[in-house]
């Protein structure tokens, strides 16, 4: 039994080194990492990790959670298909604050061929350091809600 936040990683086969160093970084940072693989860079198909990932969190088992393939693009557009679902690719730290801040995204998808591994995790740390606002905000976050509704 723990009382530690989860937050569950996944990726493709882009970069495995990658996705553990971020699993490693979530772990020092006083969550419980939740890797859910690959373990091997054996080619595999990015749909199904983003899913995977996605139902984790959106059945309220992880809190957030974080993807990688080589762009961060086609993972994220198969985790936002999962109803309650709100991920953004960021490239950049202000991104990773913002789409907590603004758009209480609950997961947060990378590029390994995009970014190096130190902004990365500069980019993990932004995302998991910053707070959903409220406010008008919330009033736009549900109106992302409803078109899931319509
Ligand atoms: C795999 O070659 C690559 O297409 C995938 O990692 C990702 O970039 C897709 O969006």
């Known amino acids: 039994m723990t009382d530690k936040t989860r937050i569950v990683i996944s990726s493709d086969h882009a970069d495995i080194a990658m996705r553990q160093a971020i699993a490693a970084r979530v ?3 006083g ?10 860079s054996e080619s595999t198909h ?5 899913e995977a ?3 984790m969190v959106a059945s309220g088992d992880c809190a957030l959670g974080i993807l990688l393939c080589g762009t961060g693009q086609g993972i994220m557009m198969a985790a936002n298909k999962v109803k309650g679902i709100r991920c953004g ?3 950049d730290t202000f991104s990773a604050r913002m789409i907590r801040e603004h758009n209480n995204a609950n997961m947060l998808s990378m590029g390994a061929r995009v970014i190096g591994e ?3 995790l500069d980019i993990v740390d932004a995302f ?3 707070a959903f606002e409220g406010g008008r905000h919330g009033t736009r ?3 992302i809600t409803a078109i899931e509704g319509a």
Not at 46 to 50: A, C, I, L, S, V
Request: net charge negative; charged share 20%; proline share 6%.
């Open 27 to 29: 772990a020092e940072l």
């Open 31 to 40: 969550y419980e990492a939740v890797d859910i693989g690959p373990t091997t």
């Open 46 to 50: 990015y749909p199904k990790h983003g």
């Open 53 to 55: 990932d996605a139902r």
């Open 89 to 91: 690719v960021c490239s």
């Open 118 to 120: 130190g902004l990365a």
């Open 128 to 130: 998991l350091g910053a």
């Open 141 to 143: 976050v549900d109106m």
